[in-house]
Protein backbone atom coordinates (compact mmCIF):
# COMPACT_ATOMS: atom_id res chain seq x y z
CA UNK A 1 0.00 0.00 0.00
CA UNK A 2 2.98 2.21 1.04
CA UNK A 3 4.52 1.78 -2.43
CA UNK A 4 1.31 2.40 -4.02
CA UNK A 5 0.56 5.39 -2.71
CA UNK A 6 4.30 6.50 -3.58
CA UNK A 7 3.84 5.60 -6.78
CA UNK A 8 0.49 7.81 -7.32
CA UNK A 9 2.39 10.94 -5.91
CA UNK A 10 4.81 10.79 -8.61
CA UNK A 11 2.90 10.11 -11.30
CA UNK A 12 0.99 13.40 -10.18
CA UNK A 13 4.24 15.63 -9.82
CA UNK A 14 5.09 14.24 -12.89
CA UNK A 15 1.70 15.39 -14.11
CA UNK A 16 2.20 19.17 -13.08
CA UNK A 17 5.76 19.15 -14.07
CA UNK A 18 4.40 18.27 -17.60
CA UNK A 19 1.16 20.12 -17.24
CA UNK A 20 1.53 22.11 -20.15
CA UNK A 21 2.20 19.91 -22.77
CA UNK A 22 0.07 17.03 -21.17
CA UNK A 23 -3.19 19.29 -21.13
CA UNK A 24 -2.46 20.46 -24.84
CA UNK A 25 -2.62 16.88 -25.57
CA UNK A 26 -5.75 16.09 -23.92
CA UNK A 27 -7.29 18.99 -24.71
CA UNK A 28 -8.16 20.01 -20.96
CA UNK A 29 -6.98 22.34 -18.73
CA UNK A 30 -9.50 22.32 -15.62
CA UNK A 31 -7.72 19.86 -13.77
CA UNK A 32 -4.42 21.59 -13.50
CA UNK A 33 -5.41 23.85 -10.39
CA UNK A 34 -6.79 20.57 -8.86
CA UNK A 35 -3.52 19.02 -9.79
CA UNK A 36 -1.67 21.81 -8.04
CA UNK A 37 -3.18 21.45 -4.92
CA UNK A 38 -2.89 17.56 -4.50
CA UNK A 39 0.69 18.19 -5.57
CA UNK A 40 0.97 20.75 -2.54
CA UNK A 41 -0.21 18.45 -0.35
CA UNK A 42 2.76 15.94 -1.48
CA UNK A 43 4.98 18.43 -0.67
CA UNK A 44 3.56 18.81 2.68
CA UNK A 45 2.77 15.27 3.45
CA UNK A 46 4.55 13.48 1.19
CA UNK A 47 3.42 10.00 3.18
CA UNK A 48 0.50 9.82 5.56
CA UNK A 49 2.33 6.26 6.61
CA UNK A 50 4.89 8.48 7.96
CA UNK A 51 1.95 9.45 10.69
CA UNK A 52 3.17 6.20 12.70
CA UNK A 53 6.67 8.21 13.28
CA UNK A 54 5.84 9.91 16.31
CA UNK A 55 6.41 13.84 15.93
CA UNK A 56 9.19 15.94 15.59
CA UNK A 57 12.65 15.40 13.86
CA UNK A 58 12.26 11.48 12.92
CA UNK A 59 9.29 12.28 11.35
CA UNK A 60 10.16 15.15 9.31
CA UNK A 61 13.49 12.91 8.28
CA UNK A 62 11.12 10.00 6.69
CA UNK A 63 8.99 12.78 4.91
CA UNK A 64 11.91 14.38 3.40
CA UNK A 65 13.21 10.62 2.66
CA UNK A 66 10.05 9.98 0.65
CA UNK A 67 10.00 13.47 -1.26
CA UNK A 68 13.20 12.74 -2.77
CA UNK A 69 12.04 9.38 -3.65
CA UNK A 70 9.10 10.68 -5.63
CA UNK A 71 11.26 13.41 -6.73
CA UNK A 72 13.39 10.80 -8.68
CA UNK A 73 10.43 8.90 -9.63
CA UNK A 74 8.85 11.62 -11.08
CA UNK A 75 12.34 13.17 -13.05
CA UNK A 76 12.93 9.74 -14.53
CA UNK A 77 9.34 9.86 -15.97
CA UNK A 78 9.42 13.74 -17.03
CA UNK A 79 13.17 12.51 -18.70
CA UNK A 80 11.63 9.39 -20.78
CA UNK A 81 8.50 11.42 -21.65
CA UNK A 82 10.92 14.73 -23.08
CA UNK A 83 12.77 12.99 -24.93
CA UNK A 84 11.01 13.07 -27.98
CA UNK A 85 10.77 16.78 -28.12
CA UNK A 86 14.47 16.87 -27.42
CA UNK A 87 15.26 14.76 -30.46
CA UNK A 88 13.48 17.48 -32.63
CA UNK A 89 10.18 15.25 -33.82
CA UNK A 90 7.87 17.80 -33.67
CA UNK A 91 7.68 21.12 -35.56
CA UNK A 92 9.52 24.40 -34.42
CA UNK A 93 6.92 26.02 -32.78
CA UNK A 94 6.30 22.12 -31.10
CA UNK A 95 9.78 22.65 -29.93
CA UNK A 96 9.44 25.88 -28.29
CA UNK A 97 6.29 24.20 -26.32
CA UNK A 98 8.68 21.27 -25.01
CA UNK A 99 11.48 24.08 -24.21
CA UNK A 100 8.63 25.87 -22.24
CA UNK A 101 7.55 22.57 -20.85
CA UNK A 102 11.20 21.84 -19.57
CA UNK A 103 11.35 25.11 -17.57
CA UNK A 104 8.00 24.33 -15.98
CA UNK A 105 9.28 21.00 -15.26
CA UNK A 106 11.78 22.09 -13.74
CA UNK A 107 10.88 24.40 -11.30
CA UNK A 108 8.34 21.67 -10.24
CA UNK A 109 10.61 19.54 -9.66
CA UNK A 110 13.14 21.59 -8.09
CA UNK A 111 10.56 22.61 -5.04
CA UNK A 112 10.02 18.54 -4.49
CA UNK A 113 13.36 18.62 -4.65
CA UNK A 114 14.92 21.59 -1.96
CA UNK A 115 12.25 20.61 -0.08
CA UNK A 116 13.17 16.97 0.67
CA UNK A 117 16.53 17.80 0.84
CA UNK A 118 16.23 20.66 3.21
CA UNK A 119 14.38 18.01 5.58
CA UNK A 120 16.79 15.42 5.72
CA UNK A 121 19.85 17.81 5.93
CA UNK A 122 18.26 19.46 8.86
CA UNK A 123 16.70 16.65 10.47
CA UNK A 124 19.09 13.70 10.32
CA UNK A 125 22.02 12.80 12.67
CA UNK A 126 23.20 9.88 10.70
CA UNK A 127 24.03 12.05 7.45
CA UNK A 128 26.34 13.42 9.76
CA UNK A 129 29.24 16.25 7.95
CA UNK A 130 30.64 13.93 5.52
CA UNK A 131 27.50 13.03 3.59
CA UNK A 132 26.48 16.08 3.96
CA UNK A 133 29.61 17.77 2.50
CA UNK A 134 29.46 14.76 0.00
CA UNK A 135 25.93 15.30 -1.34
CA UNK A 136 26.73 19.32 -1.40
CA UNK A 137 30.22 18.49 -3.46
CA UNK A 138 28.49 16.14 -6.03
CA UNK A 139 25.40 17.92 -6.60
CA UNK A 140 26.01 19.02 -9.62
CA UNK A 141 27.78 16.07 -11.17
CA UNK A 142 25.67 14.06 -13.93
CA UNK A 143 25.69 10.31 -12.22
CA UNK A 144 27.41 11.27 -9.84
CA UNK A 145 24.83 13.24 -7.66
CA UNK A 146 22.51 10.00 -8.38
CA UNK A 147 25.06 7.96 -6.35
CA UNK A 148 24.89 10.76 -3.48
CA UNK A 149 20.98 10.97 -3.63
CA UNK A 150 21.01 7.09 -2.99
CA UNK A 151 23.44 7.48 -0.15
CA UNK A 152 21.35 10.12 1.49
CA UNK A 153 17.84 8.51 1.18
CA UNK A 154 19.84 5.02 1.92
CA UNK A 155 21.20 6.61 5.24
CA UNK A 156 18.31 8.25 6.34
CA UNK A 157 15.88 5.80 6.06
CA UNK A 158 17.64 3.32 7.75
CA UNK A 159 18.05 6.05 10.72
CA UNK A 160 14.19 6.62 10.93
CA UNK A 161 14.28 2.13 10.97
CA UNK A 162 16.40 2.17 14.08
CA UNK A 163 15.04 4.91 15.93
CA UNK A 164 11.88 4.20 15.34
CA UNK A 165 12.21 0.70 16.55
CA UNK A 166 14.27 2.24 19.65
CA UNK A 167 11.58 4.14 20.60
CA UNK A 168 9.31 1.69 20.44
CA UNK A 169 11.33 -0.60 22.64
CA UNK A 170 11.88 2.06 25.49
CA UNK A 171 8.10 2.70 24.94
CA UNK A 172 7.83 -0.88 25.54
CA UNK A 173 9.27 -1.34 29.27
CA UNK A 174 8.68 2.08 30.50
CA UNK A 175 6.91 1.00 33.24
CA UNK A 176 9.58 -1.54 34.05
CA UNK A 177 11.74 1.22 35.16
CA UNK A 178 14.42 -1.69 33.30
CA UNK A 179 17.37 1.05 34.42
CA UNK A 180 16.48 2.44 37.53
CA UNK A 181 19.42 1.56 39.56
CA UNK A 182 19.30 1.26 44.03
CA UNK A 183 22.33 4.67 43.66
CA UNK A 184 22.13 6.49 40.93
CA UNK A 185 24.80 6.78 38.30
CA UNK A 186 28.06 8.91 37.97
CA UNK A 187 29.69 9.46 34.84
CA UNK A 188 33.39 10.35 34.61
CA UNK A 189 35.05 11.69 31.26
CA UNK A 190 38.29 11.42 30.25
CA UNK A 191 41.18 12.96 29.27
CA UNK A 192 40.72 16.57 26.92
CA UNK A 193 37.43 16.80 27.78
CA UNK A 194 35.01 18.30 30.12
CA UNK A 195 31.23 18.13 30.88
CA UNK A 196 29.69 20.76 29.04
CA UNK A 197 26.53 20.96 29.15
CA UNK A 198 25.54 21.11 25.60
CA UNK A 199 27.62 19.09 24.09
CA UNK A 200 27.45 16.08 25.73
CA UNK A 201 30.67 14.15 25.92
CA UNK A 202 28.48 10.32 26.03
CA UNK A 203 26.83 11.19 23.19
CA UNK A 204 23.38 10.11 22.97
CA UNK A 205 23.86 7.70 25.86
CA UNK A 206 22.72 9.39 28.91
CA UNK A 207 19.26 10.84 27.47
CA UNK A 208 18.44 6.82 26.42
CA UNK A 209 19.25 5.65 29.96
CA UNK A 210 17.06 8.32 31.65
CA UNK A 211 14.25 7.51 29.16
CA UNK A 212 14.31 3.87 31.01
CA UNK A 213 14.26 5.19 34.74
CA UNK A 214 18.28 6.11 35.28
CA UNK A 215 19.29 9.13 37.67
CA UNK A 216 22.62 10.13 35.61
CA UNK A 217 25.10 13.25 37.30
CA UNK A 218 28.51 13.97 35.97
CA UNK A 219 32.00 13.68 37.56
CA UNK A 220 33.05 17.67 36.22
CA UNK A 221 36.11 17.07 36.99
CA UNK A 222 39.42 18.71 35.24
CA UNK A 223 39.98 18.15 31.39
CA UNK A 224 43.75 17.64 32.25
CA UNK A 225 45.42 17.52 35.43
CA UNK A 226 47.34 14.33 37.58
CA UNK A 227 45.05 11.01 38.62
CA UNK A 228 45.34 12.31 42.24
CA UNK A 229 44.29 15.74 41.76
CA UNK A 230 40.95 14.51 39.46
CA UNK A 231 40.47 11.72 41.98
CA UNK A 232 40.04 14.65 44.99
CA UNK A 233 37.47 16.07 42.54
CA UNK A 234 35.36 12.85 41.94
CA UNK A 235 35.47 12.69 45.69
CA UNK A 236 34.26 16.11 46.56
CA UNK A 237 31.83 15.91 43.77
CA UNK A 238 29.85 12.36 44.78
CA UNK A 239 29.55 14.17 48.53
CA UNK A 240 27.92 16.94 46.52
CA UNK A 241 25.59 14.34 45.12
CA UNK A 242 24.54 12.50 48.24
CA UNK A 243 23.92 15.89 49.76
CA UNK A 244 21.94 16.64 46.83
CA UNK A 245 19.92 13.50 46.35
CA UNK A 246 19.95 11.89 50.15
CA UNK A 247 21.39 8.50 48.74
CA UNK A 248 24.00 6.49 50.65
CA UNK A 249 25.90 5.83 47.85
CA UNK A 250 26.80 5.95 43.92
CA UNK A 251 27.65 3.49 40.63
CA UNK A 252 30.65 5.24 38.76
CA UNK A 253 30.92 4.75 35.17
CA UNK A 254 34.39 5.99 34.10
CA UNK A 255 35.60 5.99 30.41
CA UNK A 256 39.37 5.94 29.58
CA UNK A 257 41.36 8.39 32.12
CA UNK A 258 37.91 8.70 33.98
CA UNK A 259 38.56 4.95 34.77
CA UNK A 260 42.05 5.45 36.76
CA UNK A 261 40.60 9.05 38.33
CA UNK A 262 37.35 7.04 39.74
CA UNK A 263 40.03 4.10 41.18
CA UNK A 264 42.19 6.95 42.98
CA UNK A 265 39.09 8.22 44.25
CA UNK A 266 37.88 5.25 45.88
CA UNK A 267 41.29 3.51 46.86
CA UNK A 268 43.46 6.96 48.18
CA UNK A 269 40.71 10.05 48.52
CA UNK A 270 38.12 8.95 50.53
CA UNK A 271 35.18 8.10 48.50
CA UNK A 272 35.35 4.14 49.06
CA UNK A 273 32.33 4.35 51.84
CA UNK A 274 30.10 6.21 48.95
CA UNK A 275 30.91 3.71 45.99
CA UNK A 276 29.08 0.94 45.55
CA UNK A 277 30.61 -0.42 41.86
CA UNK A 278 33.35 1.07 39.36
CA UNK A 279 32.46 -0.25 35.79
CA UNK A 280 35.45 1.30 33.84
CA UNK A 281 35.15 1.79 30.06
CA UNK A 282 38.04 1.40 27.98
CA UNK A 283 40.35 2.40 30.75
CA UNK A 284 44.14 1.83 30.18
CA UNK A 285 45.00 0.34 33.71
CA UNK A 286 48.59 -0.44 32.78
CA UNK A 287 49.39 2.45 30.66
CA UNK A 288 49.99 3.31 27.35
CA UNK A 289 53.39 2.66 25.80
CA UNK A 290 52.93 4.72 22.59
CA UNK A 291 52.69 7.64 25.49
CA UNK A 292 55.95 6.74 26.91
CA UNK A 293 57.75 6.86 23.66
CA UNK A 294 56.34 10.16 22.96
CA UNK A 295 57.71 11.61 26.14
CA UNK A 296 60.65 10.21 25.50
CA UNK A 297 61.20 11.63 21.55
CA UNK A 298 59.51 14.68 21.56
CA UNK A 299 62.08 17.60 22.65
CA UNK A 300 61.02 18.91 26.81
CA UNK A 301 60.87 22.76 24.68
CA UNK A 302 57.86 21.35 22.09
CA UNK A 303 56.35 19.58 25.34
CA UNK A 304 56.37 22.55 27.35
CA UNK A 305 55.02 24.73 24.38
CA UNK A 306 51.99 22.34 23.54
CA UNK A 307 50.98 22.31 27.67
CA UNK A 308 51.44 25.72 28.10
CA UNK A 309 49.37 26.56 25.02
CA UNK A 310 46.79 23.88 26.40
CA UNK A 311 46.61 24.76 29.57
CA UNK A 312 45.64 28.65 28.67
CA UNK A 313 42.63 27.95 26.64
CA UNK A 314 41.22 25.20 28.93
CA UNK A 315 41.65 27.58 31.94
CA UNK A 316 39.55 29.80 29.97
CA UNK A 317 36.72 27.19 29.20
CA UNK A 318 36.79 26.87 33.17
CA UNK A 319 39.35 24.31 34.49
CA UNK A 320 40.61 25.75 37.38
CA UNK A 321 44.12 24.32 37.39
CA UNK A 322 44.90 22.29 34.06
CA UNK A 323 48.13 20.93 34.21
CA UNK A 324 49.02 19.06 30.42
CA UNK A 325 52.05 17.09 31.25
CA UNK A 326 50.81 15.83 34.66
CA UNK A 327 47.52 14.00 32.97
CA UNK A 328 49.55 12.80 30.08
CA UNK A 329 52.62 11.20 31.89
CA UNK A 330 50.12 9.82 34.65
CA UNK A 331 48.66 7.70 31.37
CA UNK A 332 52.52 6.31 30.64
CA UNK A 333 52.77 2.49 30.79
CA UNK A 334 55.82 3.06 33.78
CA UNK A 335 53.35 5.79 35.59
CA UNK A 336 50.78 3.64 35.58
CA UNK A 337 52.41 0.47 36.58
CA UNK A 338 54.01 2.19 39.91
CA UNK A 339 50.02 3.54 40.42
CA UNK A 340 48.70 0.54 40.67
CA UNK A 341 51.07 -0.95 43.64
CA UNK A 342 49.57 1.67 45.33
CA UNK A 343 45.90 2.08 43.92
CA UNK A 344 44.09 -0.88 45.44
CA UNK A 345 40.77 -2.61 44.87
CA UNK A 346 38.10 -1.49 48.33
CA UNK A 347 36.53 -5.06 48.66
CA UNK A 348 32.95 -3.27 49.47
CA UNK A 349 33.02 -2.40 46.09
CA UNK A 350 32.55 -3.78 43.00
CA UNK A 351 34.69 -3.55 39.72
CA UNK A 352 33.71 -5.09 36.18
CA UNK A 353 35.24 -3.36 32.65
CA UNK A 354 34.89 -2.76 29.24
CA UNK A 355 37.30 -2.78 26.36
CA UNK A 356 36.83 -2.85 22.56
CA UNK A 357 38.89 -2.93 19.72
CA UNK A 358 39.04 -1.28 15.48
CA UNK A 359 39.87 -4.61 13.35
CA UNK A 360 40.64 -1.60 10.84
CA UNK A 361 41.97 1.67 11.09
CA UNK A 362 39.53 3.09 8.78
CA UNK A 363 37.06 1.97 10.86
CA UNK A 364 37.76 4.73 13.35
CA UNK A 365 37.39 8.78 13.07
CA UNK A 366 39.83 11.00 13.04
CA UNK A 367 42.55 11.01 14.28
CA UNK A 368 41.68 7.34 15.68
CA UNK A 369 42.21 6.07 11.92
CA UNK A 370 45.67 7.89 12.15
CA UNK A 371 46.93 6.94 15.52
CA UNK A 372 45.37 2.77 15.35
CA UNK A 373 48.52 1.83 13.78
CA UNK A 374 50.87 3.75 15.54
CA UNK A 375 49.50 2.34 18.71
CA UNK A 376 49.87 -1.15 17.48
CA UNK A 377 53.43 -1.06 17.51
CA UNK A 378 53.98 -0.40 21.28
CA UNK A 379 50.63 -1.69 22.20
CA UNK A 380 49.22 -4.22 20.18
CA UNK A 381 45.76 -4.37 19.11
CA UNK A 382 43.69 -1.23 20.29
CA UNK A 383 40.88 0.60 20.24
CA UNK A 384 42.94 3.72 18.37
CA UNK A 385 44.54 5.13 21.49
CA UNK A 386 44.59 2.39 24.26
CA UNK A 387 45.95 -1.59 24.12
CA UNK A 388 43.51 -4.47 24.57
CA UNK A 389 45.90 -5.93 27.07
CA UNK A 390 45.54 -2.80 29.08
CA UNK A 391 41.63 -2.89 29.46
CA UNK A 392 40.90 -5.75 32.06
CA UNK A 393 39.86 -4.87 35.65
CA UNK A 394 37.81 -6.18 38.26
CA UNK A 395 35.66 -8.93 38.43
CA UNK A 396 33.93 -9.44 35.06
CA UNK A 397 35.54 -7.63 32.20
CA UNK A 398 33.96 -7.83 28.73
CA UNK A 399 36.04 -7.60 25.33
CA UNK A 400 33.49 -5.54 22.02
CA UNK A 401 34.45 -6.40 19.10
CA UNK A 402 32.61 -6.09 15.51
CA UNK A 403 32.32 -9.11 13.14
CA UNK A 404 32.21 -6.79 9.95
CA UNK A 405 35.60 -4.45 8.89
CA UNK A 406 34.63 -1.51 10.95
CA UNK A 407 35.45 -2.40 14.68
CA UNK A 408 34.84 -0.39 17.93
CA UNK A 409 36.71 2.88 18.57
CA UNK A 410 38.04 4.32 21.73
CA UNK A 411 35.27 7.30 20.63
CA UNK A 412 32.40 4.80 19.50
CA UNK A 413 32.25 3.50 23.48
CA UNK A 414 31.08 6.90 24.50
CA UNK A 415 29.14 7.43 21.52
CA UNK A 416 31.07 10.29 20.77
CA UNK A 417 30.29 10.93 16.87
CA UNK A 418 26.41 10.11 17.48
CA UNK A 419 26.72 7.11 15.00
CA UNK A 420 24.51 3.88 14.06
CA UNK A 421 26.57 1.09 12.88
CA UNK A 422 25.20 -2.59 12.06
CA UNK A 423 26.17 -5.32 14.93
CA UNK A 424 26.80 -2.95 17.54
CA UNK A 425 24.44 -0.87 19.62
CA UNK A 426 25.97 1.52 21.76
CA UNK A 427 23.16 3.30 23.63
CA UNK A 428 21.60 -0.15 24.36
CA UNK A 429 24.52 -2.07 25.33
CA UNK A 430 24.92 1.05 28.13
CA UNK A 431 21.35 0.13 29.11
CA UNK A 432 21.48 -3.52 29.57
CA UNK A 433 25.27 -2.87 31.42
CA UNK A 434 23.14 -0.39 33.97
CA UNK A 435 20.01 -2.77 33.82
CA UNK A 436 22.64 -5.66 35.36
CA UNK A 437 23.83 -3.20 37.95
CA UNK A 438 19.98 -3.35 38.68
CA UNK A 439 19.51 -6.42 38.87
CA UNK A 440 23.03 -6.79 41.19
CA UNK A 441 21.23 -4.27 44.13
CA UNK A 442 23.41 -1.33 42.69
Not at 273 to 293: K, M, W
Request: charged share 20%.
Amino acid sequence: MKIAFRYVNSILLFLLANCKTISLFLNCKEWIPVLIILVLIINIYPSFFNFSIEKGRLRQAAQGSELLIIFIIATILTILYSIPGLLGMFSVQGLSLWLWNIGISYLVLAIAFWNGIIRVYVTSIQLGVRYRFFGILCGWIPIIHLIALYIIIKTVNKEVEVEHAKNLLNESRKNQAYCKTKYPLLFVHGVFFRDFKFMNYWGRIPDELEKNGATIFYGNQQSAASIEECGKELTQRIQEILKETGCEKINIIGHSKGGLDSRYAISLAGAAPYVASLTTINTPHRGCEFADYLLNEIPESKQKLIAKAYNRSLKKLGDPNPDFMKAVTDLTASACAKNNEIVKDNPNVYYQSVGSLLNVARGGRFPLNLTTHFVKRFDGPNDGLVGASSFPWGKNYRLITHHGTRGISHGDMIDLNRENFDEFDVREFYVQLVHELKEMGF
